[in-house]
């Protein structure tokens, strides 16, 4: 999947929740790993940390989710 796919698929799943500059470290990360899941998972730590330091943030979990299509 080309970045500019997965940027589409995203936006449309988050709707008006979508921010590019906030999505845009993470989309190059895994883009860059061109594949290799165990890169990808490395180089998606620095953002995912990240994001879990901001103000504000809240993580929800639903007890009925649904299934994603695949980025």
Avoid at 12 to 36: K, Q, T
Avoid at 43 to 54: F, H, N, S, Y
Wanted: charged share 25%.
């Amino acid at each position: 999947l080309s970045l500019p796919n997965a940027e589409i698929r995203l936006q449309a799943h988050l709707g008006n929740r979508f921010i590019d500059a906030d999505w845009r470290p993470a989309l190059r990360a895994v883009m860059d790993a061109e594949g290799d899941s165990d890169a990808a998972v490395i180089a998606i730590k620095p953002p995912e940390q990240a994001a879990m330091r901001r103000l504000g943030l809240t993580i929800r979990i639903s007890l009925h989710p649904k299934e994603l299509p695949q980025l």
